[in-house]
């Protein structure tokens, strides 16, 4: 079996790493919430006081999904360009949300952060329409498998 193409390896990582902070970050920040919350910074309590069960669903959907596209590019299955895409979709309505409901949690965002809100939405939005072309182009050229069961055709590859 040849080796997967380089770009394979840079998204997969980028869904794993996006799924491992998110993760972290949230394990984190609900531990010491919980815990001790007299610890938690101005910060973290001005968004536990602001977390709606909208935002939380739309945070955890998105998880779940960025982790699927990932397992899913990593293995070669064309799925993982409709994963990406409803990660994209699930990226915008959560920043829309936060844009119209929670105009605060943006202010918290560009606050605690080097990187303005807007900036950050733009970069994750442009990563992840990378992935999806990148994702085409690997589903065009018969990298990627339709169907479960099913070998992609290598001799499309990138970098062979």
Same mark, same amino acid.
Request: aromatic fraction near 10%; proline fraction near 4%.
């Given at each position: @079996? !040849? !080796?997967?193409?380089?770009?394979? &390896?840079?998204?997969?990582?980028? /869904? +794993?790493? !996006?799924?491992? =902070?998110?993760? +972290?970050?949230?394990?984190?920040? +609900? #531990?010491?919430?919980?815990?001790?919350?007299?610890?938690?910074?101005? =910060?973290?309590?001005?968004? @536990? /006081?602001? @977390?709606? %069960?909208?935002?939380?669903?739309?945070? &955890? /959907?998105?998880?779940?999904?960025?982790?699927?596209?990932?397992? *899913?590019?990593? @293995?070669? !299955?064309?799925?993982?360009?409709?994963?990406?895409?409803? *990660?994209?979709?699930? =990226?915008? /309505?959560? *920043?829309?949300?936060?844009?119209?409901?929670?105009?605060?949690?943006?202010?918290?965002? =560009?606050? #605690? *952060? #080097?990187? %303005?809100?807007?900036?950050?939405?733009?970069?994750?939005?442009?990563?992840?329409?990378?992935?999806?072309?990148?994702?085409?182009?690997?589903?065009?050229?018969?990298?990627?498998?339709?169907?479960?069961?099913?070998?992609?055709?290598?001799?499309?590859?990138?970098?062979?």
């Amino acid at each position: @079996m !040849k !080796k997967r193409p380089f770009g394979v &390896w840079i998204a997969g990582l980028y /869904a +794993f790493y !996006k799924t491992a =902070t998110y993760l +972290f970050g949230t394990v984190v920040l +609900f #531990s010491v919430a919980y815990l001790y919350p007299e610890l938690l910074p101005e =910060t973290g309590q001005i968004l @536990m /006081a602001n @977390m709606t %069960p909208v935002l939380a669903l739309l945070a &955890w /959907a998105n998880l779940l999904v960025m982790l699927a596209a990932g397992v *899913s590019l990593f @293995m070669l !299955k064309r799925v993982a360009i409709h994963l990406f895409l409803v *990660s994209l979709a699930l =990226t915008l /309505a959560s *920043s829309v949300y936060g844009l119209i409901v929670q105009p605060e949690l943006v202010e918290l965002a =560009t606050d #605690s *952060s #080097s990187i %303005p809100f807007y900036v950050d939405v733009a970069i994750s939005v442009g990563i992840r329409l990378a992935i999806v072309v990148y994702c085409c182009v690997l589903a065009r050229r018969g990298v990627l498998a339709a169907r479960r069961g099913v070998q992609p055709d290598r001799q499309g590859e990138i970098g062979r």
